[in-house]
């Protein structure tokens, strides 16, 4: 057994970051009542690596960092808390301070600390519900600072949309200091993507693989293509600079980048956009397109970039012959003649199910639920989608999460070693801001619209969720016989009712 950084010392659970144990309560729910499900994970392995949490700690790291859910699909709760379980793996210790691995075990490409940039994105979208937010600090000081005051030297291996999580990050925690001090690494970053990857006509480029998507139909690991992952990211990088250049009082910067995304999204609906197959799609290098739908097309509706004529795109995604398989969205058009023709277990993204690509298009298809007035997508596609995300995460009735899966039969193509536990999607956040609906924002408003289908359940309950330095509680109960606080929806700040509402619908209180 080898040990990444273990680290083991007293004072590895004050959670300096946190506030007082006397407001830091849930209001309805127990947490020792789900112990029994990290006693059951900790028994399911070997635990080959340890860092710096390691299992026997696990249960009293998660009581005093994670909210606590709640519902009557016992596999949606069993998921929601073997993900912050294995999220925890994750977090190492090192000389720079707290980091978030994305393999366990060790990689020749990674960068310092066995660090891989790829995900990241999606580490800062998970863990910003964390409550000690101390782990992600010093993650990001690493990744931006951990070069002797520079940026680690792949941080740029692989396309991000880290500008963006840093911003949606402080959405939850409301820590303007950090963000703000941050700025100038930010737009230092942002500025060596324009200079390494932009290219004459505006738009960005990207190898397939540092795409962190390695063989595809649409490229190859050696061709410059535009795409619609990477031209997304940098819109949402862009959005993301105007807001925190804003909060910095930086007004001139602010409509620099405001003007840099609004060109970004000019290019990408005019130059991206297939008309015959009404879709975003990959443009090749001598401006033709490459004719093949791939999941990325629905990249820019993560950051709301879109305007409304283009919401035909998400009439593929409940399509059985396009995109929805028996055991998730895949990664190209099953329709294509190269579907799934690039052989197996060479990180192919030609077709099989991958977790990174899912929880990207979940969310953007939360947002388009939330923020389009679209006929393409329902709440019941949503729930669909994310129960079909729940059933492919098991493994011989065992919670598993892997890199990359079989679209029929669900069978993990990667199940050696290297990939357990692989940090390379949201999950979590798919439930706190899309199914149960908490959507992040800057002001003292608690926004909540819940995903889940009416007639679905019958109840259920999010609790202990930090959000803008208070505790949150959202309860849906449809006789109001489970929790005893009335019937229907209701958010509660601080053990204090904000908002209610009797069926499954946008709720809004003042915090």
Not at 171 to 185: A, E, S, T, Y
Request: hydrophobic content about 35%; aromatic content about 14%.
């Amino acid at each position: 057994m080898h040990k990444i950084g273990a680290i083991f010392f007293s004072t590895l659970f004050i959670c300096s970051n946190c506030f007082s144990q006397t407001a830091n309560r849930p209001l309805i729910l127990n947490a020792n009542n789900y112990k029994h499900y990290v006693d059951h994970f900790n028994t399911m392995e070997d635990e080959n690596v340890k860092q710096a949490i390691p299992n026997d700690s696990a249960w009293d790291w998660m009581k005093k960092n994670i909210p606590l859910f709640e519902c009557p699909q016992k596999n949606f709760e069993e998921l929601f808390y073997y993900r912050w379980w294995t999220l925890r793996k994750h977090i190492e210790k090192t000389p720079q301070g707290f980091a978030f691995t994305e393999f366990l075990v060790l990689r020749t490409y990674a960068d310092k600390y066995n660090l891989i940039s790829s995900a990241l994105g999606h580490h800062m979208y998970e863990s910003r519900w964390l409550h000690d937010k101390k782990y992600m600090d010093d993650n990001l000081m690493t990744w931006l600072r951990g070069n002797d005051g520079k940026a680690l030297k792949k941080l740029r291996f692989y396309s991000g949309w880290n500008e963006d999580a840093v911003y949606n990050r402080y959405l939850v925690n409301g820590d303007k200091k950090f963000v703000v001090d941050l700025l100038p690494d930010l737009e230092a970053d942002y500025a060596a993507w324009e200079q390494e990857k932009k290219l004459p006509n505006g738009l960005y480029w990207q190898y397939d693989v540092r795409d962190a998507m390695e063989e595809t139909i649409s490229g190859g690991r050696k061709e410059k293509n535009a795409r619609p992952s990477i031209n997304g990211y940098m819109f949402g990088n862009a959005k993301a600079l105007t807001a925190m250049a804003t909060l910095a009082g930086k007004s001139e910067t602010a409509v620099l980048y405001a003007i840099k995304a609004d060109s970004i999204k000019q290019l990408t609906q005019t130059k991206l956009w297939n008309s015959g197959q009404q879709f975003f799609e990959v443009q090749k290098e001598k401006d033709t397109s490459s004719n093949v739908r791939e999941e990325i097309g629905f990249i820019p509706w993560y950051f709301n970039m879109p305007d409304s004529n283009y919401n035909i795109a998400w009439k593929s995604v409940t399509d059985s012959k396009t995109f929805c398989a028996p055991f998730g969205i895949t990664t190209a058009d099953r329709s294509h003649p190269q579907f799934r023709t690039h052989g197996c277990c060479k990180c192919e993204w030609d077709g099989a199910v991958w977790p990174f690509a899912t929880s990207q298009t979940l969310t953007a298809m939360a947002n388009f639920l939330n923020n389009y007035n679209q006929y393409y997508v329902t709440r019941n596609n949503y729930f669909d989608q994310l129960q079909t995300l729940v059933k492919s995460q098991y493994v011989n009735g065992k919670p598993y999460i892997g890199e990359y899966l079989d679209e029929k039969t669900g069978v993990w193509l990667k199940g050696e070693e290297r990939s357990r536990y692989y940090n390379h999607s949201t999950f979590n956040d798919l439930i706190i801001t899309g199914l149960v609906g908490l959507r992040p924002r800057p002001d003292d408003v608690i926004e909540v619209n819940p995903l889940l289908p009416a007639g679905q359940w019958d109840w259920f309950c999010l609790d202990n969720i930090l959000y803008h330095k208070k505790i949150v509680t959202i309860i849906w109960d449809k006789t109001g016989a489970k929790y005893k606080k009335g019937k229907g929806l209701s958010v509660w700040v601080d053990g204090k009712k904000i908002a209610s509402t009797n069926t499954l619908k946008k709720i809004t209180g003042k915090i």
